[in-house]
């Protein structure tokens, strides 16, 4: 969040559009993210899709024996790809939202929209930006076949794979919950950071007056 918010702050300066700024704000935010991203959803892959009588510590033990810290990044790609494109849909589609939002409803680009308002662009936001999810289905095949010790499989590889098995269809089984997710993740981590960030800089109101004019 707090890389994803400094290079949106630095893209606003250089004068991008709001959506563009977005955009490549959370690219980059997703991007920092992989580093952790890639072993916590390895292992939780795992955990599902895998031998469920492992615990999670014998499942770190029995990786690294094997394969040291490259172990824990199968779908490496596919993690790189939905994260990036995650939050630069997140914050592009809600920017862009946001913008359509101020002129239809207020008829400037300039105005302040209410809380309400915001939460409704991010939900928007949240829903537009679950376009990426083949990435996921392919990361959770990629991760489920590294644990279980299969052969290794490219993101493409994958992609043909599923399409052939399950159709096209195949690759947006669950969209609805990533969906809700999405919308969560958007509200939270967009929407609520700029509803912070906006009361955090906002000038503390004047104390009230009394009948003769002094502060109360």
């Not at 993210?33 to 029995?62: C, D, K």
Request: aromatic letters at 6%.
């Amino acid at each position: 969040m707090y890389s994803k918010e400094a290079l949106l702050e630095t893209f606003n300066g250089m004068g991008l559009g709001s959506g563009l700024a977005g955009t490549l704000a959370g690219a980059g935010g997703g991007v920092c993210q992989v580093t952790v991203m890639g072993p916590m959803t390895f292992l939780v892959t795992g955990a599902v899709t895998g031998n469920q009588a492992e615990s999670t510590t014998a499942r770190i033990q029995r990786v690294w024996s094997a394969s040291g810290v490259k172990g824990f990044y199968p779908g490496g790609v596919p993690i790189a790809f939905r994260q990036m494109t995650n939050w630069a849909s997140r914050q592009g589609f809600t920017e862009a939202v946001r913008a359509q939002m101020k002129q239809s409803l207020h008829g400037s680009p300039d105005a302040r929209l209410s809380k309400g308002e915001e939460v409704a662009s991010g939900i928007l936001g949240g829903v537009l930006s679950s376009w990426n999810h083949p990435f996921e289905v392919a990361r959770i095949e990629m991760q489920a076949r590294g644990d279980q010790g299969q052969a290794k499989m490219g993101m493409t590889s994958v992609f043909r794979m599923i399409v052939r098995e399950q159709g096209v269809g195949g690759l947006f089984k669950g969209i609805v919950p990533r969906m809700c997710l999405s919308i969560w993740q958007v509200l939270f981590m967009v929407t609520g950071a700029k509803i912070v960030k906006d009361a955090l800089l906002e000038p503390p109101s004047a104390p009230p007056k009394g009948p003769a004019g002094e502060a109360a």
